[in-house]
């Protein structure tokens, strides 16, 4: 399965600013997808990255607060813009391998926004 | 739309004493289901997925589930647990491979000595 670099791995951050989380894939994947795991929560989707396109949001997330790049088959970035602390959360990022069976994550960005 | 309920938010459970983690889902089409652990401060990682066949699905570390169409489940069992299986274990759904995936709420297992 495919292995995924994140980083950074976790990161303090005062409120107002933003922080660009980074996304390698050891392979090509056409897909790559953004989650946010908020405290005791379960994984709530983002975003789909397409490479060559805008990325694909879902219902309550906008591309200001979450904008995202996708310059090549392996690597994509997540930016949280204008953090509040509401945004403190683990986002993670997921590829599907190339048989399509199951995502595979990283390992996830612990985000605290003081 | 397809939802999933993981009745147990949290599960204590005494080393070597055998663990059931219960997963509900509901869906009007046929579907695929996974279960994903989540050790500690780190990511998730696939623990064992149902795609067709055998309704029976093992893991390598001892885990199994087996899919229930009637019942609509796929509740994960293990007779046997340790120390180093505390975690959360998310159960998930989809009717696409890569689309409309949907995570339960998430049950943390704890394993005490």
């Known amino acids: 399965s495919a292995v995924i670099s994140q980083k950074p791995s976790r990161d303090i951050c005062q409120r107002g600013t933003s922080l660009t989380i980074q996304c390698q894939v050891d392979?090509?994947?056409?897909?790559m997808f953004w989650y946010r795991q908020q405290p005791g929560q379960s994984l709530t989707l983002i975003a789909t990255?397409?490479?060559?396109?805008?990325?694909?949001?879902e219902s309550g997330f906008v591309i200001d607060k979450f904008p995202i790049s996708r310059p090549n088959l392996t690597f994509s970035t997540l930016t949280v813009s204008n953090m509040s602390p509401e945004d403190s959360s683990i986002y993670l990022c997921?590829?599907?391998?190339?048989?399509?069976?199951?995502?595979?994550f990283g390992s996830g960005t612990r985000l605290t926004v003081v | 739309a397809q939802s999933v309920t993981q009745l147990d938010s949290q599960v204590p459970v005494f080393e070597e004493a055998p663990v059931e983690l219960r997963c509900n889902y509901s869906?009007?089409?046929?579907?695929?289901l996974f279960w994903y652990v989540q050790y500690p401060n780190q990511g998730l990682q696939l623990l064992l997925k149902?795609?067709?066949?055998?309704?029976l699905v093992e893991s390598i570390n001892g885990f199994e589930a087996e899919f229930n169409k009637s019942q609509t489940s796929f509740h994960l069992r293990k007779p046997s647990v340790h120390i180093s299986d505390t975690a959360e274990y998310f159960c998930?759904?989809?009717?696409?491979?890569?689309?409309?995936?949907?995570f339960g709420p998430g049950t943390r297992l704890s394993v005490l000595p």
């Open positions: 997921s590829v599907l391998p190339p048989d399509g069976v199951g995502y595979t």
């Open positions: 392979s090509q994947v056409t897909m």
């Open positions: 990255a397409n490479q060559g396109s805008e990325a694909t949001y």
């Open positions: 869906s009007s089409v046929s579907v695929y």
């Open positions: 149902y795609l067709s066949g055998s309704t």
């Open positions: 998930a759904v989809t009717n696409n491979y890569g689309q409309n995936f949907v």
